[in-house]
């Protein structure tokens, strides 16, 4: 049995993955109603901040012909709340591409923000010894 027979059984349409700084997400498309859930929770309830909300919402305003008819539900961990938004929203944009098979979605996306199918590969840099952070060295005073 393929691989590709087995997720259509589980009912999955589409499967994408995302990292930003330490965040990563996994989305998943399903047949539904429309809805993007987040952790197990409806997007209304996770993101309590309008601007991460928005910036989420963002590829599926964009795409909005493609969801009446799929839920979309994503995992996330690891990192602060802007990057799981990061990663959440790229992740969205990567399954909605998927699902749809669209070049002319995959256009719109890439031409209203790249980031959304493509990631940002900064990290943060590691701190080193002889100074209190990563560039930053200990001051010296001879006097």
Request: a positive charge.
């Amino acid at each position: 049995m393929s691989r590709k027979s087995k997720s259509k059984r589980n009912g999955i349409l589409a499967l994408a993955s995302s990292r930003r700084k330490m965040a990563r997400a996994m989305a998943v498309v399903r047949k539904g109603l429309g809805r993007l859930y987040i952790n197990g929770l409806p997007m209304e309830v996770y993101a309590t901040n309008e601007f991460v909300r928005m910036k989420i919402l963002e590829p599926l305003w964009l795409a909005s012909n493609y969801i009446s008819d799929i839920d979309i539900y994503v995992r996330v961990r690891g990192g602060g709340f802007m990057s799981q938004a990061d990663a959440t929203r790229m992740a969205v944009g990567r399954a909605l591409v998927k699902y749809s098979g669209s070049d002319q979605l995959k256009e719109l996306l890439k031409e209203y923000d790249r980031t959304i199918l493509k990631g940002d590969p900064r990290q943060t840099e590691p701190k080193k010894y002889g100074g209190r952070s990563a560039r930053a060295r200990f001051q010296k005073s001879y006097r």
